[in-house]
Every structure is written in structure tokens, then in C-alpha cells.
């Protein structure tokens, strides 16, 4: 596609739900990140997928989030037993995967745990 | 610890020139971004740094002094499409190519 698409653009969930965030990169991009945005801070890092392998996993904050990129393009964010503290916008980029080559961010999913 | 700072919000005139500017004390250090993000939107990439010195393109500029931690984005010529927030980040040294620490963001707001 022509850029970076987020699916679903907004999710609410109950609190204890399961929920998938799905990510498709732009095409021919082996580099995808994954991020959290809350309101009024800045992107925080949580996975960082080089092809089909999760690079570095350093900040998914804890063993309730899981990613996938099976087939190294699509990604998937898991959250399980989601908490009202997971409400943010979780923002997909991908890029070339070159250091220093800009990353392309998708428009996010705003989850929203009630 | 990782710290990068910048401030809050700032307010210029059209036409004018703002310089914001990003302080950082990172585990070493592996590269500057600056992006742009319009409130509800994604950001988008304006600006690379790894080395000392000035990077120009267009209107926008970026600085970095990597001995005093300490970067700048300059837009010249504003215009009323540039009210965003500037995110500074930053790639510490031995973090991987996602890994970057952003600030938290300053709002500029630009008045006719």
C-alpha cells in the first residue's frame, strides 16, 4: 500500500479483554516498530521487528503484550488481560531497516480499556 | 538514565523564524530525529543527525552538538500549516535501529 496501515483506527475494550492491533507496513520495508503514545508524551519504544524476528523486545512493559510478524511483513500486537493503564494510541512505523533511513508511522489505534 | 528534554509549548508569528531546541543525556549516543506530528495524527520524519553540525532542508533545519547533548530544529519562513508538535528523539548507543527515545513534544503554535 501506499503507506503504513493501522487496523482497527480506534478499539474499546473492557478491562481483562483480549485485543489485537494489526499493522501493515509499506511494502518492501523489513524494519516495523511498534509504539505506545500516551496524551501529551512522546512515543514509547516497545518492539522492534527485523523480518520475521522481534530484534528487540526491551520494551514491551510486561508479559501481558506479545507481537508477531509471521511472515515478515503483517504484524500483530496481542494484549492480553488488557488494564485501564494500557488506554493509549499504539503507533506502527516501518522503514528500509538502513540506521538512519526514516521510519514512516501509520495514523495508530486508539485503544481505550473501560 | 534517559532524558531528553525540550519545552512544553511555544508561540511565533507567521513569517517569523523559531528555533526549538532538545537537550538530551542519553547512554551514549547513536543519532538525533526530529519529527512533526499535527494534533490526532501520526509523525511524520523531518530531520536525521549523527554528526556535528547543521542539516538544512527547505525550510527546516537541524543542529547537533554531540559534546553538549544538545540539538535544535529551526523553521524558517512559518506558516500557519507549521502549528504541531516537534518530537526530538534520540538512538542511544547500543539500542537497537527502533529503539529511540523521544521527548515528550513541544506544542508550537503559530498566530497570523
Known amino acids: 500500500g501506499a503507506g503504513v496501515s493501522q487496523t482497527p483506527s480506534n478499539k474499546v475494550t473492557e478491562k481483562g479483554k483480549y485485543v489485537e492491533l494489526r499493522c501493515d507496513p509499506i511494502s518492501g520495508h523489513t524494519a516495523l516498530y511498534w509504539y505506545r503514545q500516551s496524551l501529551g508524551q512522546g512515543p514509547e519504544f516497545l518492539i522492534y521487528f527485523q523480518g520475521t524476528g522481534a530484534a528487540d523486545d526491551s520494551g514491551l512493559p510486561n508479559d501481558r503484550f506479545f507481537a508477531v510478524r509471521p511472515e515478515g511483513s503483517v504484524s500483530t500486537l496481542k494484549i492480553q488481560r488488557t488494564e485501564r493503564g494500557d488506554s493509549a494510541v499504539y503507533l506502527c512505523a516501518s522503514s528500509l531497516g538502513l540506521l538512519g533511513t526514516e521510519a514512516f508511522f501509520g495514523q495508530g489505534t486508539r485503544l481505550t480499556v473501560v | 538514565g534517559q532524558n531528553i528534554d525540550q519545552p512544553t509549548e511555544m508561540t511565533a508569528t507567521e513569517g517569523a523564524i523559531v528555533q526549538i531546541n532538545c537537550t538530551y543525556q542519553t547512554s551514549g549516543f547513536n543519532g538525533l530525529f526530529w519529527y512533526q506530528q499535527h494534533a490526532g495524527e501520526a509523525p511524520t520524519f523531518l530531520s536525521y543527525?549523527?554528526?556535528?553540525g547543521l542539516e538544512e532542508k527547505g525550510r527546516f533545519s537541524s543542529f547537533l552538538s554531540r559534546s553538549k547533548g544538545y540539538s535544535y530544529l529551526l523553521l524558517k519562513e512559518l506558516q500557519m500549516k507549521d502549528s504541531a508538535s516537534y518530537l526530538c528523539?534520540?538512538?542511544?548507543?547500543?539500542?537497537?535501529?527502533?529503539?529511540?527515545?523521544f521527548g515528550k513534544g513541544t506544542k508550537l503554535s503559530v498566530k497570523p
Open positions: 543527525n549523527v554528526l556535528d
Open positions: 528523539a534520540v538512538r542511544p548507543r547500543g539500542g537497537s535501529q527502533g529503539n529511540l527515545i
